[in-house]
């Protein structure tokens, strides 16, 4: 077994552990170029089992092939950990600012998110420091948070 093979194979039983999908066989076919045109060779596996499949191509190059119906299953759950990252982002520093309701601090500072996305219509990824995006907030709307030096000084 030459050395590119064995590093192919160890490529996709690494792929294949991190899907654990380990226990179903791996389809593997050799990617071979004819003039204007690419033909698949089945090398091991069945083209009925499972995703995704690997193709090896003539400069030992790995890829891989899924159906549209499993990138949209992976795409839509990297958006949903996406969404839950940033909740989880955004929660952790509302409640660095002790917020008295949270809903209504979460809803302002969605509105201010809002906002900056509008004010960047052109941009489809926006960097956004949610700390201060908070501060902002509490410096606009005051009433939303403790105030820590009042309560302190018994002027609740």
Not at 49 to 58: A, I, K, L, Q, R
Request: charged residues 35%; aromatic residues 6%; negative net charge.
């Amino acid at each position: 077994m030459s050395e590119d093979k064995r590093c192919i194979d160890e490529k996709i039983d690494e792929i294949h552990e991190i899907l654990g999908d380990d226990k179903n066989e791996k389809t593997i076919f050799e990617i071979v170029d004819s003039d204007d045109k690419k033909m698949l060779t089945l090398k091991s596996g069945s083209w009925n089992s499972s995703e995704p499949w690997f193709g090896v191509d003539g400069d030992q190059n790995l890829h891989t092939m899924v159906s549209i119906k499993s990138l949209t299953k992976f795409i839509e759950s990297y958006r949903n950990l996406a969404r839950e990252n940033f909740d989880l982002r955004l929660e952790r520093s509302i409640a660095q600012h002790l917020p008295i309701d949270f809903g209504d601090v979460w809803t302002v500072c969605m509105d201010e998110i809002r906002r900056i996305a509008l004010e960047n219509p052109k941009s489809t990824t926006l960097n956004i420091d949610l700390n201060e995006i908070v501060s902002k907030v509490k410096q606009d709307h005051p009433n939303l948070f403790i105030d820590l030096e009042r309560v302190r000084r018994g002027n609740l």
